[in-house]
Structures are given as structure tokens and as C-alpha cells.
């Protein structure tokens, strides 16, 4: 006895997605409507207090005028040039290990002037910088 194939024989079997898909999308929501989203207790951490004590780290300090003049650790600048300054921080930096400079500028200081400070610092090898405030004067 010999079995033909019939005419639908040549298609092969497909697993339909659909109600997987709707069942996965049910245990979603479900999972996600039953889900709470408290927060858990946190650590309680003692942070550490400061004191303005003197911090031993070496500082360089750079002084900008309002009209664009410039003074390292209280000595005036001949050359205003980016070059000069660049130059006159890596002899202050001389000596000292992993140098903070603190940019002391006027409030009419040119933004110009700032930024050439920076890039001098950058060109001179300095590479943690700080801005100089000052605080109101209590009434």
C-alpha cells in the first residue's frame, strides 16, 4: 500500500505567536501592577566635618584685574601674553607636587582673560583649578 501525500502535505507546520504574545503581555502587566516600588531603609552614613584649617596642599595664585592684568602668588605680570603667563605658572608650579591653582578674578574681569588663565594652566601642566569668591559682608 502505497500513501500519497496530498495536496496540503507540502506545507509545513507554523507555530502561531499570537497567543504567546498576548499571554507574556498579561504577565507583564501583572507582574508590574503587583510590583511595589518602596524604597528600602538606607544607609545611615556619619559624613566626616571640616574645619578651615590650613590643607597642606600646594596653591598657586592667580590674581585678574579688571583690565586684564595679571599677578601670580602677589608678583605682577610684565607680558599679558597667554605665552608669558603659561610661563610664569610653570616657574611658580616648579617643585611642587600636583599644584592647585585658585583664579582670583575681578567681577569686571573680561571672560577673555579667564579663559587665557585656564589655558595658560593647561600649557603649564596644572590641572586642578579653582575659582576665588568672595562672600557678602553680613548687614
Given at each position: 500500500m502505497?500513501f500519497?501525500?496530498?495536496?496540503d502535505?507540502?506545507?509545513?507546520?507554523?507555530?502561531?505567536?499570537?497567543?504567546?504574545?498576548?499571554?507574556?503581555?498579561?504577565l507583564?502587566?501583572f507582574l508590574?501592577?503587583?510590583?511595589?516600588?518602596?524604597?528600602?531603609?538606607?544607609?545611615?552614613?556619619?559624613?566626616?566635618?571640616?574645619?578651615?584649617?590650613?590643607?597642606?596642599?600646594?596653591e598657586?595664585?592667580?590674581?585678574?584685574?579688571?583690565?586684564?592684568?595679571?599677578?601670580?602668588?602677589?608678583?605682577?605680570?610684565?607680558?599679558?601674553?597667554?605665552?608669558?603667563?603659561?610661563?610664569?605658572?610653570?616657574?611658580?608650579?616648579?617643585g611642587?607636587?600636583?599644584?592647585?591653582?585658585?583664579?582670583?578674578a575681578d567681577?569686571?574681569?573680561?571672560?577673555?582673560?579667564?579663559?587665557?588663565?585656564?589655558?595658560?594652566?593647561?600649557?603649564?601642566?596644572i590641572a586642578?583649578?579653582s575659582?576665588?569668591?568672595r562672600?557678602?559682608?553680613a548687614?
Open positions: 502505497r500519497r501525500p496530498g495536496p502535505a507540502s506545507d509545513e507546520p507554523e507555530i502561531n505567536l499570537i497567543p504567546l504574545i498576548d499571554v507574556l503581555l498579561v507583564l502587566i508590574t501592577a503587583t510590583t511595589t516600588f518602596n524604597r528600602f531603609s538606607e544607609l545611615a552614613v556619619n559624613l566626616p566635618q571640616a574645619a578651615a584649617q590650613d590643607t597642606g596642599i600646594a598657586i595664585s592667580v590674581e585678574v584685574a579688571a583690565d586684564g592684568r595679571y599677578a601670580i602668588q602677589g608678583s605682577a605680570l610684565a607680558q599679558a601674553s597667554p605665552d608669558a603667563l603659561a610661563q610664569a605658572l610653570r616657574s611658580a608650579a616648579h611642587r607636587d600636583d599644584p592647585l591653582l585658585v583664579i582670583h567681577a569686571l574681569a573680561s571672560h577673555q582673560a579667564v579663559v587665557d588663565v585656564m589655558q595658560a594652566a593647561r600649557a603649564a601642566g586642578r583649578l575659582f576665588a569668591a562672600q557678602p559682608a548687614p
